[in-house]
């Protein structure tokens, strides 16, 4: 095991409110619990959760850091009792219950995962919380079949163009939801068969005369709800992941009836360390084999320093990015 050092550069929340909340500070270096590891941080991920946990509205889990920062990767260098993968010196992506915005994070080992074939850490930081999500949602929970139209919400953000890549990878027809041409034209080149710039169309126009949809991932909510359940298909299924445009809609639940429609939704974070060790399981086995191939890959929008954490922060709440967010630590 490394002999670490005691202390380590991080960046903590020093009251609920704006990016510019996002302090530099110095914290103790965590050590590893059984079943756990302590990575030495190179890049960290920024993502929606860590704003509304910024904002107070997103608590950390019993037990969590209260550090910000769900996804990280880089270098193993301690491990706990119990450990036998991964292994000093292996260089990882892990999900993180919370902690990722340090030069070290400690998570529970089952929830490593390699880093892929010829990728470099900054992009496999950007891995975790998005296939996570995706993969669990998407095919877990929504059952995504070859050949189903699926369509996705805010198509050019990270959870968006993971989505794309994935569902086109394993046979879907993919149609897209954005804000302007450039993201619908990225969407496009990602898979995507139809972007609609929701400025300019209705989705549930477009889905209509397109058969409706088989399974929407959506993470606006608000009015978004009602126009989802008009777009859906007959056995069409709804995954809800997060309400950009809040949580309360008034429904009529005469159409989910006659559609015979399946309402669901998730969050990741407080799900059991078992349920995440069977998410990663799974993408190990079925996703992983297609990011060594370079099949698919994550989306880069931008890179910041860690101590620049409030710039990044303004720079995904401006909703200008296309993909993923990375803060540069190690």
Known sequence: MSVLPETMRAVEISAPGGPEVLTPVTRPVPAPGPGQVVIRVAY????????????????????????PGLEAAGEVVAVGEGVGWPSVGTQVCALLPGGGYAEYVATPAAHCLPVPAGMGLNEAACLPETFFTVW????????????????????????????????????????????????????????????????EEDFVEVMGKAGGADLILDMVGGEYIP???KAMAEDGRLVQIAFLQGPKAALNFA????????????????????AKARIAAELRAQVWPLLDAGRIGPVMDSEYPLDAASEAHARMESSGHIGKIVLKVG
């Open 136 to 199: 669990s949602n998407v095919f877990m929970r929504g059952g995504l079949k070859a050949g189903e139209r699926f369509l996705v919400h805010g198509g050019s953000s990270g959870i968006g163009t993971t989505a794309i890549q994935l569902a086109r990878a394993f046979g879907a027809r993919v149609f897209v939801t954005a804000g302007s041409e450039e993201k619908c034209a990225a969407c496009l080149e990602l898979g995507a068969e139809r972007a609609i710039n929701y400025r």
């Open 227 to 229: 126009r989802n359940v």
């Open 255 to 274: 159409l989910v009836m006659v559609k015979r429609l399946t309402i669901t939704g998730s969050t990741l974070r407080p799900q059991s360390d078992l």
């Open 44 to 67: 960290a991920g920024v993502n929606r959760p860590d704003a509304l946990q910024r904002a107070g509205s997103y608590a950390p889990p019993p037990g969590a850091s209260d550090l």
